[in-house]
């Protein structure tokens, strides 16, 4: 079953503005890694965060962990047009090893108005 | 990152045949995985593709409905069978260079039963 969840499930914004998605998981984890998806395309890897990290960049892109409260953020900084997609938060459990499959959120679609 | 190549991109079928998908990657890489995309839902772990051996699959998918093969470290093939309009979905490729790594995807395969 699927472990992840994302909030909200779907945002529009206007294009500058920030854009924040926010994931759970349930349970211990190795990492966790936000994609995107364009129009029911292949995913886009953007970020790996690690468990014993807290905060990662990437360009316009950051992203929070907070394993206490079991949670993720993704914030897109002065967002365009280009950034209109489905998000996707995916975990890797720890139970695995590293050699598991990814357990995904059901996503935020995001929509940025030009 | 690995480039992976999946094969076809697209099909439509009919009800009861079988249609095989291909995911050719340009390097080694230590795990392979696929994955199923239903309408607008999120992904979910079809089962993990052991290089040599039968692959592991996830509760809910029995290798009769889907067999996996992978002969080498950088190609596999999923199958869909006896197929029915149930099965309309996506289906996406995944693989791991190295333990601890990004998990990256294939364009995937966007399958229509009528």
């Known amino acids: 079953s699927q472990q992840g969840e994302e909030d909200p499930q779907a945002l529009s914004i206007q294009e500058g503005e920030n854009a924040t998605m926010n994931c759970s998981y349930k349970?211990?984890?190795?990492?966790l890694q936000w994609y995107r998806q364009n129009s029911g395309r292949g995913l886009v890897h953007l970020i790996l965060?690690?468990?014993?990290?807290r905060e990662k960049h990437s360009g316009r892109l950051r992203v929070t962990l907070d394993t206490s409260k079991k949670s993720s953020s993704l914030l897109i900084t002065a967002s365009r047009a280009a950034d209109t997609a489905s998000y996707f938060c995916?975990?890797?459990?720890?139970?695995?090893?590293?050699?598991?499959?990814?357990?995904f959120g059901k996503g935020t679609h995001l929509i940025i108005q030009p | 990152s690995a480039v992976i190549s999946q094969k076809p991109s697209r099909d439509i079928c009919q009800r009861g045949t079988s249609l095989t998908i291909q995911c050719q990657v340009d390097?080694?890489?230590?795990?392979m995985f696929w994955y199923r995309q239903q309408p607008g839902q999120s992904l979910t772990l079809i089962a993990t593709?052991?290089?040599?051996?039968?692959?592991?699959?996830e509760s809910g998918f029995v290798i009769d409905k889907f067999p996996i093969s992978r002969p080498n470290l950088t190609f596999s093939t999923l199958t869909v069978s006896n197929m029915s309009p149930e099965d309309s979905s996506i289906y996406l490729c995944?693989?791991?260079?190295?333990?601890?790594?990004?998990?990256?995807f294939g364009d995937g395969t966007r399958l229509s039963i009528l």
């Open positions: 390097s080694q890489v230590t795990m």
């Open positions: 995944s693989v791991v260079i190295g333990l601890g790594q990004p998990q990256h």
């Open positions: 593709a052991n290089q040599g051996s039968e692959a592991t699959y």
């Open positions: 349970t211990s984890i190795n990492n």
């Open positions: 965060i690690r468990s014993n990290e």
């Open positions: 995916a975990t890797d459990a720890e139970s695995g090893g590293g050699a598991d499959g990814l357990t």
